[in-house]
């Protein structure tokens, strides 16, 4: 028989039971509600918002044709409302920009572009930009290229294309034209897409091609993504965000801009091929009449990788005769939209 005794009163915000005699069963069980009402509330004061209403762009269709040159010497981008309230997040947070930033919007029934000017009041002198391969600039826990301490000058645009507040398609690159991009964090994604970079007397241009192919997104006709921008100022060790949060603030996707006003059309069954051809040759010492061994050998093989875009929110890969001996510190040359491995290590 559970033994019992007096319990005066139990108060998790209110007086639940007050004089009533509890079995030391019914007190745990009790207690156990009131532990995890208790944590329930303590998650519920963690969730913050941001400290500023969350930005809103329009993006405008192309006329005319865009070459991706990083001049933006094209009449399609005087028609597009420039982005330029920016917020510093370091090293004064909160403040306004001590560079000034403009960037621009536009697409087409096969991609979006992005053309931004990166004002400098030191003109040319005051850009930092090293040259480096594909990825090596990326951040790492929220420092600039700490994955081998080398820090730039860039421009980052980050996509949510469902708009559901998790996804980030991150795109970045220096005015030295070194690109990088990783998916949710993966920096082994590596999608198709075109950049250029100008630097003058007033500091330094991109233009990004981001074509539809390489991102997922609703059929909607008309769309709005998620989308978030950066700027890095290296010699003054500035980062600049077009949607603002503060470092004790949550942050991520959730808290990204919108833009609006993408009217894409029904995407085509697009297919991207990526073909290789492996050639071996070895010469050795056999002795004369050896009939199981000669003095030379040689092979060839051919395969590819195979991307088919089903819909815009479905895509089939498949790899025929896979090319095991390719790995991903293989140097590379974009050319167009097509990848061409050169050296082996």
């Excluded at 918002?49 to 005319?64: D, E, K, Y």
């Excluded at 951040?139 to 469902?162: C, E, H, M, Q, W």
């Amino acid at each position: 028989m559970a033994k019992s005794f007096n319990w005066p009163s139990l108060n998790c915000g209110t007086s639940l039971i007050p004089n009533q005699r509890l079995s030391t069963t019914r007190m745990i069980a009790v207690a156990s509600f009131c532990f995890c009402a208790s944590r329930v509330g303590l998650g519920a004061q963690t969730v913050q918002t941001g400290s500023i209403p969350l930005p809103t762009t329009v993006a405008a269709p192309v006329t005319g044709t865009i070459i991706i040159d990083g001049k933006l010497d094209e009449s399609a981008w005087a028609k597009a409302t420039p982005i330029t309230d920016f917020r510093q997040q370091q090293p004064q947070e909160g403040a306004q920009p001590t560079q000034r930033t403009e960037m621009r919007v536009l697409y087409d029934e096969r991609a979006l572009y992005i053309g931004a000017r990166m004002y400098d009041s030191l003109g040319a002198r005051g850009i930092r930009a090293p040259l480096a391969r594909r990825d090596q600039l990326l951040d790492a826990n929220g420092n600039n290229g700490s994955f081998n301490s080398l820090t730039t000058d860039k421009l980052i645009v980050i996509l949510d294309p469902y708009h559901n507040h998790i996804d980030q398609a991150w795109f970045e690159i220096n005015p030295a034209g070194v690109r990088g991009d990783q998916f949710n964090g993966d920096p082994s994604w590596d999608p198709i897409w075109q950049a250029a970079t100008q630097v003058d007397s007033l500091g330094w241009t991109a233009e990004l091609r981001i074509p539809y192919s390489q991102l997922r997104f609703s059929r909607d006709s008309l769309q709005s993504w998620g989308m978030q921008i950066w700027r890095y100022t290296d010699r003054l060790n500035e980062q600049d965000m077009w949607s603002f949060r503060r470092k004790s603030e949550a942050g991520g996707a959730m808290y990204f801009g919108s833009l609006n006003g993408l009217v894409i059309g029904q995407q085509p069954h697009q297919l991207e091929i990526l073909p290789y051809l492996e050639s071996r040759e070895q010469y050795k010492f056999a002795p004369p009449g050896d009939p199981y061994h000669s003095s030379s050998y040689g092979r060839m093989s051919a395969g590819a990788d195979m991307k088919y875009l089903l819909t815009s929110s479905l895509a089939l890969d498949a790899t025929v005769n896979p090319d095991f001996g390719q790995v991903e510190v293989d140097p590379a040359t974009i050319i167009g939209e097509a990848a061409v491995f050169r050296g082996r290590k």
